[in-house]
């Protein structure tokens, strides 16, 4: 496989030098800048070998380089050894960004190439004004990946199908007049569609274009006047096109939207969002056109869970609780007995969630890490490189499930022996940032970076941290990651709102000896309103027993300890009728008070 890199990154440059480039930035995304992508798409991984969904790569004439974060620093140093691609660490001193590593590495006038079509508005103005002071040209270069890539696979075609409004909530017609509402607001008068959850949201329709994400690929626009799906005709199902002009929507090509764009009327206000919008599009608007930025209208409503949407989110997390169960049941009765491993761990996961109803799939490949492997924060466990699981020390799994009524994701770590004091002190100061945020009161207006600090700030008295972000999005039958809202240290301009969901996941990795991670979903929630203003709180979703042998109650506070037992009798409560007698006892077992 190494050799095969090798053989792509020169067949590449051969391409960089006919086009008089110097150097190829490859962002590693598709025309959606989404963050999973079709195998189309999967450039990075094409020309690097590197797995992870998240990084960017830069091939100059002599050298060639890839930037991840701390998720994935231990991955991709084994997936790039051997390939002649340097690592350099996201956000880590020593290590310089890709604009400064082009300054570096090239000479003012050199040439710099990248797929207009895969790269943000943001992120080329970013990377264009800082070449620019090098006299470094950003060059609009196409996808260059046409020309070397002999056995691409060819896009997606699975066919498209409607979210049934039993669990969609809101009908197509409400969505697309709360959009018009909404543009009307900021003085614009039409919305450019093009992240595909966005898109899946707007018009309550699934795909399965992105494995273990239920979207397809399409773009529109919406406004008063018109709505217009661009998408393969081929994945409409005849009844359902039908349906869809019956309501007044358009169907045209997948590839018509930039003429389309290029022949809009000088009337025309376009709110787009520079940071989900490529730049491919931006080009093709007239300048006649008015432009607003501003984050998308359908982004920053589907971010916010009607009560409707909630209800069957707590539905779907009852299910995912008796899937989880029923996993630490067969674990408890098979560890020992039958040769267990990280991978027939997550093959178990994803079968066990398969039994319940509506589901629909997994929400991403189950993260499982036995002792060494649970420091890898997103290891991707296979066949081949799956450690066997014995009654020693931590196993970690996180995993979810894609439900018509929900999406889940969910971290448990478990302690498989005896811990150690040490093992126990670390595991503990991970609950107790979970707890922590989890308890949280806040004013409204308030951001996630505000929060952040509540799940660290026990860690930190012990010298202990995680490189990662503490909480993410979650969308309702969509993505496992929804933005606009993150619980993280770096800025995010985003205020935490009622009806948002997002995951709840403080960590502590031992390299070389094991990793911790306690992740719950939770809902914000209106509280109460003072003279001092407005207050919100948050609610757990998850249902799943947390492992009280891995505690030490010595570092716990009272309210910690009541907010344990209080979760655990809850998750009994809940999950209770819902298994038989076998499994009753046993969840009696694990959610009884410390």
């Known amino acids: ?9 020169s067949d590449l ?19 959606h800048l989404s963050e999973y992508l079709p195998e189309y798409w999967q450039t990075r991984s094409y020309i690097s070998g590197f797995t ?27 997936e790039l050894s051997g390939t002649g691609i340097e690592l350099v660490k996201m956000r880590t001193s020593g290590h310089p960004e890709p604009a400064e590593w082009l300054k570096l590495n090239l000479k003012s006038g050199a040439c710099v190439g990248t797929d207009e079509g895969c790269i943000s508005v943001c992120q080329f103005r970013s990377m264009q004004n800082s070449l620019n002071q090098s006299g470094i040209i950003l060059m609009e ?29 809101t009908d197509r017609k409400t969505k697309i007049s ?8 900021s003085g614009t008068n039409l919305q450019i569609i093009t992240a595909l959850d966005d898109l899946a949201w707007s018009f309550n329709l699934r795909g399965n274009d992105v494995e273990c994400n239920p979207v ?3 773009y529109a626009i919406v406004s008063r006047e018109e709505t217009i799906i661009f998408i393969d005709s081929r994945k409409l199902p005849s009844e ?10 358009q169907i045209r090509e997948y590839t018509g939207l930039l003429s389309h764009l290029g022949s809009l009327p000088n009337t025309t206000r376009i709110l787009f969002d520079p940071e989900r919008t490529n730049q491919a599009i931006l080009s093709s608007i007239p300048e006649h056109c008015q432009l607003f930025e501003g984050l998308s209208v359908p982004c920053r409503l589907k971010a916010i869970k009607s009560e409707a949407e909630v209800r069957n989110i707590r539905q779907a997390m009852r299910k995912d609780g008796v899937a989880m169960l029923e996993f630490l049941h067969w674990l408890e009765n098979n560890l020992g007995k039958v040769p267990v491993t990280e991978y027939t761990v997550a093959e178990k996961l994803i079968e066990l969630r398969t039994k319940q109803p509506e589901f629909k799939g997994i929400s991403f490949y189950p993260i499982v890490g036995y002792k060494e492997h649970g420091a890898i924060v997103h290891f991707h466990v296979t066949e081949e490189n799956a450690l066997p699981v014995q009654k020693d020390g931590f196993l970690l799994f996180d995993s979810g499930g894609q439900y018509s009524d929900g999406t889940t994701d969910i971290t448990r770590t478990i302690a498989l022996s005896e811990l150690t004091s040490r093992q126990k002190t670390d595991f503990t100061m991970v609950l107790k940032g979970m707890i922590s945020l989890t308890l949280a009161k806040f004013p409204v207006n308030t951001r996630g970076y505000h929060l952040d600090i509540l799940a660290r700030k026990d860690m930190w008295k012990h010298g202990l941290n995680y490189g990662h972000g503490t909480g993410h999005g979650v969308g309702y039958f969509l993505n496992v990651h929804e933005g606009p809202m993150a619980i993280r240290q770096e800025f995010n301009e985003r205020v935490i709102e009622a009806g948002m969901v997002l995951s709840n996941e403080p960590a502590l990795y031992r390299l070389g000896e094991y990793g911790l991670r306690t992740e719950n979903m939770m809902v914000c929630l209106k509280d109460e309103s ?36 209080s979760y655990h009798q809850r998750v009994f409560d809940e999950l209770e009728p819902m298994v038989d007698d076998e499994l009753k006892g046993f969840l009696k077992e694990l959610t009884k008070a410390i």
């Open 141 to 169: 270069s196409g996808d260059l990946f046409t020309k070397t890539w002999s056995d691409r696979p060819t896009l997606p075609d699975s066919p498209v199908y409607e979210h049934d409004i039993r669990y969609a909530c």
């Open 216 to 218: 397809f690929m399409a």
């Open 178 to 185: 709360s959009i018009c509402t909404e543009l009307e607001k």
């Open 1 to 9: 496989m190494k050799e095969h890199i090798k053989k792509r990154i």
């Open 52 to 78: 992870g969904s998240a990084g960017m790569v830069i091939i100059s004439c002599e050298k060639a380089a890839l930037w991840t974060d701390s998720r994935y620093f231990l991955q991709a140093e084994e």
């Open 240 to 249: 359902l096109k039908n349906k869809l002009e019956s309501e007044n929507l």
């Open 13 to 31: 440059r051969a391409i960089m030098q006919v086009q008089g480039l110097d150097a190829y930035i490859i962002y590693g995304t598709d025309p």
């Open 530 to 565: 003072t003279e001092y203003g407005n207050f919100l709180r948050f609610d757990t979703l998850t249902l799943c027993p947390i492992d009280t042998k891995a505690i030490d109650k010595s570092l716990l506070n009272p309210e910690e300890i009541d907010w344990l037992n």
